[in-house]
């Protein structure tokens, strides 16, 4: 550290890569300031996680990285899931540098969120998505703590219920299809119903992927969040569909306009 004819106080040191680096402080920096900001970066490069501050991270800037990395190690619904939170509900921290992130700013986001009425299941669902983000930012040394850990967690008044699938039965299923004139529809309907598929697999399939002869259907990918995903060898499954579903299918392979991807359920323009 030092200081000639009244200048800003400079402090000098070498990081964690063995690089001399000089800081210049505000004029109106004290010496026993300067020790202090002094101490803090020593502290800082023990630790390994100095970053010059032209270099730290925008949260924005860590969240694209940590989505991209997911994108190699998840099924693609669970990367739909990640990828909706981190687009729709995090642009409070958006382009604060991810050093400043503080426990006491998550658990404003989380009042924040508790004020505009947003389901407790539901915060706590994205606080695992930003615990899982600030702990990416840890691991690759941008931050030395994930401040998601230390923050308290929303509570319910008791009162709250988690939401509920309701299962139809036989009658009901009929109902439904009875109701629905579209044949578009009714056949998404239909086939969601005697196969369990999922919305993105259903979405995905193409006509190629039905075997007529033992009334199956092959489902090899999937289409979420205007993406295409190939399943992973687990998911990548035939499902048998039953004789009266796939006459169903003879009738809408005729109705269903042509379209490039050779898709059942095309968009209107024959693109998705």
Not at 28 to 35: G, H, Y
Not at 83 to 91: C, I, P, S, V, Y
Not at 114 to 136: D, W
Request: hydrophobic share 35%.
């Amino acid at each position: 550290m030092y200081n000639h004819k009244k200048r800003p106080l400079v402090v000098d040191f070498y990081d964690q890569n063995g690089k001399r680096r000089l800081k210049t402080l505000p004029k109106e920096t004290t010496k026993t300031d300067a020790r202090k900001i002094l101490a803090d970066i020593e502290r800082e490069i023990e630790k390994g996680v100095f970053l010059p501050k032209q270099h730290t991270h925008t949260f924005d800037e860590v969240t694209k990285d940590w989505i991209k990395h997911k994108t190699m190690n998840l099924r693609a619904s669970t990367w739909a899931v990640y990828e909706g939170h981190t687009r729709n509900h995090f642009q409070d921290f958006g382009q604060i540098k991810i050093t400043c992130i503080s426990t006491k700013q998550i658990e404003a986001w989380i009042a924040a969120r508790q004020k505009e009425g947003m389901n407790i299941f539901t915060i706590r669902k994205l606080l695992v998505t930003l615990g899982q983000i600030m702990a990416y930012a840890v691991r690759h040394k941008y931050i030395d703590y994930n401040p998601v850990r230390e923050a308290e967690r929303p509570r319910g008044q008791g009162n709250e219920k988690k939401s509920s699938i309701k299962i139809l039965i036989p009658s009901e299923i009929n109902q439904l299809l009875n109701a629905e004139t579209n044949q578009k529809y009714r056949m998404l309907f239909m086939l969601t119903a005697m196969s369990g598929a999922r919305q993105g697999e259903l979405l995905g399939l193409k006509w190629d992927d039905i075997i007529w002869q033992t009334r199956q259907m092959h489902i090899q990918r999937t289409f979420n969040n205007e993406k295409w995903f190939d399943t992973k060898t687990a998911s990548n499954r035939k499902v048998d569909i039953g004789q009266t579903t796939t006459s169903e299918l003879k009738k809408w392979k005729l109705a269903c306009s042509p379209n490039d991807l050779d898709l059942f359920f095309p968009n209107e323009s024959g693109s998705r």
